[in-house]
């Protein structure tokens, strides 16, 4: 992880250059932000069947599970939901501070976000292997924190970077683009491969998690942990390469 967390002192980057290009699915960006929608996938795959029908990635379905669990209908939990939604606060909050201390170097951004991601995810990955996970009981709710802190950190550190479309933990908009914006409805198209990129970037993470789980809880949480180091280890040098040239 040591490779991933950069340094205090790395010079600053032109960010716009960083992102100018990422319309394109073979931008380094883009390609890293497509490989953190998939282990979005995976992430809900682990909480909503194993964890007892809660989200950890998507906050607006938790929302709504929440709402109908206090209305006392389908059996849904209430209590999942809220440590769902108060650790995906905290993480966020967390991952603010980084944003706002990295801010104007964007490799040392994302490298200290993937790391901190990766961490959570592999101590999730650690309890599921160490202890019985059954919806409600402790070690439930500790893969819930684990999880959703670790998209939080996500989230707040996506929100800065602001690429179009690749939100990587929801799909409502890029959905309405996809639409909006298609020669059937009077647009121009643009950006229509990258919006399908990032649903069936999310759809495939959630197929592949549901087929993993039926191994053990341990295998997609493991396996969204070295996705998210993986994608760390290739975006920053890619980052660093990109801001290098606009200097």
């Not at 010079?11 to 979005?40: M, N």
């Amino acid at each position: 992880m040591n490779s991933m967390a950069g340094s205090p002192s790395a010079p600053r980057f032109d960010e716009a250059a960083i992102k100018q290009g990422a319309g394109s699915v073979r931008h380094p960006l883009t390609r890293a932000l497509l490989a953190l929608t998939f282990t979005t996938g995976l992430v809900d795959a682990v909480s909503y069947l194993a964890l007892g029908r809660v989200f950890t990635a998507n906050m607006t379905g938790n929302v709504v599970l929440l709402g109908f669990g206090i209305a006392g209908s389908g059996g849904l939990p209430v209590v999942a939901p809220i440590v769902s939604l108060g650790a995906f606060l905290i993480g966020a909050g967390a991952g603010g501070v980084v944003v706002r201390r990295t801010a104007e170097r964007h490799p040392t951004l994302v490298a200290r976000a993937l790391a901190t991601e990766a961490s959570l995810l592999v101590i999730a990955a650690v309890v599921a292997a160490a202890t019985t996970i059954h919806p409600g009981n402790a070690s439930a709710y500790a893969l819930i924190v684990l999880m959703a802190s670790a998209m939080g950190v996500r989230n707040a550190t996506v929100r800065y970077i602001a690429v179009p479309d690749l939100t990587t933990t929801v799909l409502t908009m890029t959905l309405t683009g996809f639409a909006a914006e298609s020669r059937l409805a009077g647009g121009s198209g643009k950006g229509s491969v990258r919006r399908l990129s990032a649903v069936l970037a999310m759809l495939a993470g959630a197929i592949a998690g549901a087929l993993v789980l039926r191994a053990s809880v341990f295998a997609p949480l493991a396996l969204a942990a070295v996705l998210a180091i993986a994608t760390g280890l290739l975006y920053v040098p890619a980052a660093v390469r990109l801001g290098s040239r606009a200097r």
